[in-house]
Structure formats: structure tokens, C-alpha cells
């Protein structure tokens, strides 16, 4: 059983930098790959990051955060981060940190992440 808390989320200015964290209770933290999606009014929820199991890891990204997000995470600390900087007013969301066993579920989309988190809010002004 995991449990997923995040934080660090607000209001920033277009350009400006957040970082998200997410704090995981659970002795199970290091077996999961952990990730980000997003979800904005009115629209699906959206792929953000995902990293494997290792904190050494490999990243993936969606197409619209690469070279702007970063993941990164502490397997002895169960944090994991979100670097998020040149955000953008499309930024604008609630994020939710997840937890699968398979990178696919945060790449592919088609199912839920056994766990979730309750959401940090994100909001860029332009």
C-alpha cells in the first residue's frame, strides 16, 4: 500500500519555475515507477513524466514538458520531484503524483496508476 501527498504547487507568472514534491509513505516506494500527470478544466487527464523504480533511472516525458520538467526522485527519502521550469499559461492545472509497477500505464494512458495522490494545483498567469 502506498499513500501520496504532494505539495509546492500555486500561482506563478509565465516563465517563472515551480517544483513539485511528492512525499510516499509505504515500504513498497523503491518497486514502483513514479510519475505526473495533469489534468486542466474541461480536458482529460494528461501524461506529464514518469521515471522507473531506480533513482538513477530512465525519464520519460511528454512532448509538451520535454526540455522544460524535470523528475527526479529520492528512494530514501520517497520523495519524488517535479522540476517544472519556462512555465507557460497551457501549464495550468491540477497535478497528481502516481505510482504504477509499469511505466506503460503513465506512457500509454489506458488504464489508472494503482495509486494517485489528491492533486496539487498549478496555475501560470500570463
Known amino acids: 500500500q502506498l499513500q501520496l501527498v504532494e505539495s509546492g504547487g500555486g500561482l506563478v507568472p509565465a516563465g517563472g519555475s515551480l517544483r513539485l514534491s511528492c512525499a510516499a509513505s509505504?515500504?513498497?516506494?523503491?518497486?514502483?515507477?513514479t510519475g505526473w500527470f495533469r489534468q486542466a478544466p474541461g480536458k482529460e487527464r494528461e501524461f506529464v513524466a514518469v521515471m522507473t523504480w531506480s533513482s538513477v533511472g530512465s525519464t520519460y516525458y511528454a512532448d509538451s514538458v520535454k526540455g522544460r520538467f524535470s523528475i527526479s526522485r529520492d528512494n530514501a527519502k520517497k520523495v519524488v520531484y517535479l522540476q517544472m521550469n519556462s512555465l507557460k499559461p497551457e501549464d495550468t492545472a491540477v497535478y497528481y503524483c502516481a505510482a504504477d509497477r509499469y511505466v506503460v500505464t503513465f506512457t500509454g494512458g489506458a488504464t489508472d496508476p494503482e495509486y494517485r495522490g489528491q492533486g496539487t494545483q498549478v496555475t501560470v498567469s500570463s
Open positions: 509505504g515500504r513498497t516506494f523503491s518497486s514502483y515507477a
